[in-house]
């Protein structure tokens, strides 16, 4: 079996989460999170949408962590994201997680707002 190692540009993965937290790029933030082509920091959750619209052109498909549970996020938003031009996908925290560094790794525009476990 042959491994290769995945590289990433200027974006960071997600190392690991947990109660409260998540490590991105060796570095623990406490609290939702914003992530993507700038790199993290909070997110104050789905009534703080403006740091996500400000991904637009930057960005194709947003993931959105839900935590430890599936929900649908507020229609107002989603429907904002949606007007911006953003694929949404709202998946639970760990799904998002993953799958944001699965696309990561691809080179894919993304961007993950996610709330914690």
Known sequence: MRLTEVT???????DGYGPGFFRVGGVVHHGALLTGPAGPGPWAGYQDASPLLALAGQVDVLFIGTGAEVAHIPQPL??????AGFGVEAMTSPAACRTYNVLLGEGRRIALAALPV
């Not at 990433?8 to 997600?14: G, H, I, M």
């Open 8 to 14: 990433y540009s200027d974006a960071r993965p997600v």
């Open 78 to 83: 989603r429907h904002s994201l949606e007007q």
